[in-house]
C-alpha cells in the first residue's frame, strides 16, 4: 500500500518544483523570483491543509468501511465548505495583494502580484482536488490516486514548459486552467470509482 504514495510524493514533488526549473531555463531570473513569491506564500496554506487532511484520514476511513452514506454527506460539506471558505479567502487576498505584497517584498515585486492572485486561486482548487484524493484515500483506492497523478503529470510538465516561457504569469496561469480540467476530470472519476 505504500508504494502508491511514494510514487505520489515523487509526483508532487515534479509538479512543485520543476516549474521553476522551467522558467529558470525558459525565462528570467526575475521571472523565476515572481513566481516563488506566489508559490512561497502558498507553502503555509499547503502545510496546514496537509495537516488537516492527514488528521481527519482515519475518520474518513472508519466512515467509509462502516457508514458509506456519512461517509458522502462529510466529503460534500468539506467540498462546500473549502468553496465558500477558499473562495472568501482568495477575494480578499487577490483584492489587497496590489497593496501589501509590494509593502511586504518591496516595489519591485508589484509585478509578482498578478502571478499571487493566480496562484491563490489555483490553491482552492489545490485544496478541493486533495480533498478528492483523500477520500480516495480513505476508500483504499490509493492505486487509482497513483494512476490519475501519473496522467497529471505526463500532462501537465510539457505544458508547464511551454508556458515557462511566458513568464510567471504564464506559468500560473496554466496551473490554474490545468488546476481546474483536472479536478473536473478527478470529479468524474472519483464518483465513477467509489459509485
Known amino acids: 500500500m ?13 509538479g512543485t518544483q520543476l516549474p521553476i526549473q522551467f522558467l ?23 502545510i496546514a ?28 460539506l468539506g467540498f462546500n465548505l473549502i468553496i465558500i471558505s477558499g473562495t472568501i479567502i482568495a477575494i480578499i487576498t487577490s483584492l489587497t495583494s496590489i497593496y501589501w505584497l509590494p509593502l511586504v517584498f518591496g516595489k519591485e515585486y508589484t509585478s509578482a502580484v498578478i502571478v499571487f492572485n493566480l496562484l491563490i486561486w489555483f490553491s482552492v482548487i489545490s485544496i478541493l482536488d486533495s480533498l478528492l484524493s483523500n477520500g480516495l484515500s480513505s476508500a483504499y483506492k490509493e492505486k487509482f490516486l497513483a494512476f490519475i497523478a501519473t496522467i497529471d503529470i505526463v500532462i501537465l510538465l510539457p505544458l508547464l ?15 490554474l486552467i490545468t488546476g481546474v480540467v483536472f479536478l473536473g476530470y ?6 465513477r470509482v467509489l459509485k
Open 2 to 14: 505504500v508504494l502508491p504514495y511514494i510514487w505520489l510524493l515523487f509526483i508532487v514533488t515534479l
Open 24 to 46: 529558470n531555463l525558459n525565462s528570467n531570473l526575475n521571472e523565476v523570483g515572481f513566481y516563488a513569491v506566489g508559490f512561497k506564500l502558498m507553502v503555509p496554506v499547503s
Open 49 to 76: 491543509v496537509g495537516t488537516a487532511f492527514k488528521a481527519i484520514f482515519p475518520a474518513f476511513t472508519r466512515l467509509y468501511a462502516n457508514n458509506k452514506s456519512e461517509f458522502e454527506n462529510k466529503l460534500k
Open 161 to 175: 514548459y511551454y508556458a515557462s516561457s511566458f513568464g510567471a504569469r504564464g506559468l500560473a496561469l496554466t496551473k
Open 186 to 191: 478527478h470529479l468524474y472519476v472519483f464518483i
